[in-house]
Antibody, heavy 121, light 103 residues
Framework: QVQLVESGGGVVQPGRSLRLSCVAS????????VHWVRQAPGKGLEWVAV????????YYADSVEGRFTISRDNPKNTLYLQMNSLRAEDTAVYYC??????????????WGQGTMVTVSS | DIQMTQSPSTLSASVGDRVTITCRAS??????LAWYQQKPGKAPKLLIF???SLDSGVPSRFSGSRSETEFTLTISSLQPDDFATYYC?????FGQGTKVEIK
């Protein structure tokens, strides 16, 4: 069964850090780019970051550049999002999503169930 | 940056209606546009990629088309399972979403 399963969400104070994980199964993980996409409560979808299939390139939304780091461990079929200096506006459900291609320019064909991150004092 | 403007933001329709949602790009783009369906509390689901290609398992009542900078998602005959929010996506930009409600 092709799937992505996120974990690591929770409640965190402003300025603190959190690391999200996304474990892939049912497909060859190193064949595809992978993204993080978030959705604030009651809002639309916001792309956060992408990493190429081999981990050689990463790109970030302006809103998280310099604070978030995307990475992947292909032998472990796992994607990560290290989130530092968290702000209230980072509160959202975070989804990992597989790109149809290797480099993150195509559609997102497989999504995880999402993990909730709440930034609050 | 390319902006994607989706309309309408809300649409009220009945079962059996033909429904059209539009996504307009701020400049000419390639055909790399996708459409997603999202239900409350669930992850988005890919419906259409490359403007008009149906993803695997998606009912044929969904279709996508392109004209210049305007992309359209059409549901030929709305079914009860289709009441949801729909998003377009180009590259790393999503449209604002269209909520399809029961009339």
């Amino acid at each position: 069964q092709v799937q992505l399963v996120e974990s690591g969400g929770g409640v965190v104070q402003p300025g603190r850090s959190l690391r999200l994980s996304c474990v892939a199964s049912g497909f060859t993980f190193n064949n595809n780019g992978v993204h993080w996409v978030r959705q604030a409560p009651g809002k639309g979808l916001e792309w956060v970051a992408v990493i190429w299939h081999d981990g050689s390139k990463e790109y970030y939304a302006d809103s998280v550049e310099g604070r978030f780091t995307i990475s992947r461990d292909n032998p472990k079929n796992t994607l990560y999002l290290q989130m530092n200096s968290l702000r209230a506006e980072d509160t959202a459900v975070y989804y990992c999503a597989r790109d149809r291609g290797k480099y993150g320019w195509d559609a997102f064909d497989i999504w995880g169930q999402g993990t909730m991150v709440t930034v609050s004092s | 940056d390319i902006q994607m403007t989706q309309s309408p933001s809300t649409l009220s329709a009945s079962v059996g209606d033909r429904v059209t949602i539009t996504c307009r790009a701020s400049q000419t783009i390639t055909g790399w546009l996708a459409w997603y369906q999202q239900k409350p509390g669930k992850a988005p689901k890919l419906l259409i990629f490359q403007a008009s290609s149906l993803d695997s398992g998606v009912p044929s009542r969904f279709s996508g088309s392109r004209s210049e900078t305007e992309f359209t998602l059409t549901i030929s005959s709305l079914q009860p399972d289709d009441f949801a929010t729909y998003y377009c996506q180009h590259g790393w930009t999503f449209g604002q979403g269209t909520k399809v409600e029961i009339k």
